[in-house]
């Protein structure tokens, strides 16, 4: 399956950094039944970003449960060398991997090492890079990811100036290839972003940070209404 097929015009994602991780498969099944299709999953080297996140070994226990429901895992590698995990990452069940523009000499060729594993591909940027910059090198990716905030951590402030960056993002790359946003995206932000030009929109803390998370879900999407 490709991304055309994943995302219904928009889709809010939920980012996974922000589960609670003692109860991770009950809490993606409950987003996939309140109506989640593209879950994001953020892997953290500890040299790109600070920290180390997840990886692998926790994916292959979650993907069967989403690829059950026809869902996609958007994996975004903030990491060095991405093209070093491709091969795990799609042992894995990962049915994505976008890696950033800062991390590589030629995304192109890194984004045809993923293609070669049958990976759908995106290109992140920075807010310190330009969206001509990463525009510049996106021909052929499915998805080019406008961060809101300095990668490697959940529950940071949003970044305002992401809207005019996610705007000139829009006029530059072709109307099939997804924008997506992430970092500080919640119900106050959502429908502006996706009204800039967004329509993938990964939120963490505004679903995770919630006791009820069908709720906090709905409230996302009934917010880009
Ligand atoms: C952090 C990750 C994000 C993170 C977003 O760099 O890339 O996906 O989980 O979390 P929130 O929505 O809380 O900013
Ligand atoms: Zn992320």
């Given at each position: 399956m490709a991304w055309r097929d994943w995302v219904r015009t928009v889709?809010?994602?939920?980012?996974?950094y922000a589960a609670d991780f003692s109860r991770l498969g009950e809490q993606i099944e409950v987003l996939l039944r309140a109506g989640a299709r593209v879950f994001h999953f953020d892997v953290g080297d500890g040299h790109f970003v600070p920290p180390v996140t997840m990886g692998p070994i926790v994916l292959k226990w979650i993907a069967p449960m989403i690829r059950e429901h026809d869902g996609a895992i958007d994996c975004h590698l903030m990491v060095e060398n991405p093209e070093r995990h491709?091969?795990?990452?799609?042992?894995?069940?990962?049915?994505s991997v976008t890696f950033h523009y800062e991390a590589c000499e030629d995304p192109q060729s890194v984004a045809a090492l993923a293609r070669e594993q049958g990976l759908q591909v995106g290109l992140a940027f920075n807010p310190e890079t330009s969206p001509e910059d990463a525009a510049g090198v996106a021909d052929g990716?499915?998805?080019v990811l406008c961060m809101s905030i300095h990668p490697g951590y959940s529950g940071q402030k949003f970044m305002p100036e992401a809207i005019p960056r996610i705007r000139e993002l829009r006029r530059l790359v072709p109307a099939g290839v997804f924008i997506q946003v992430d970092g500080g995206v919640g119900p106050e932000n959502v429908r502006e972003l996706y009204k800039s030009g967004a329509n993938l929109l990964v939120a963490g803390t505004s679903i995770f940070g919630r006791e009820d998370l069908p709720r906090s879900f709905r409230r996302l999407v009934q917010a880009l209404a």
């Open positions: 889709e809010i994602e939920p980012s996974l491709f091969e795990a990452i799609r042992e894995a069940g990962g049915s990716f499915d998805l």
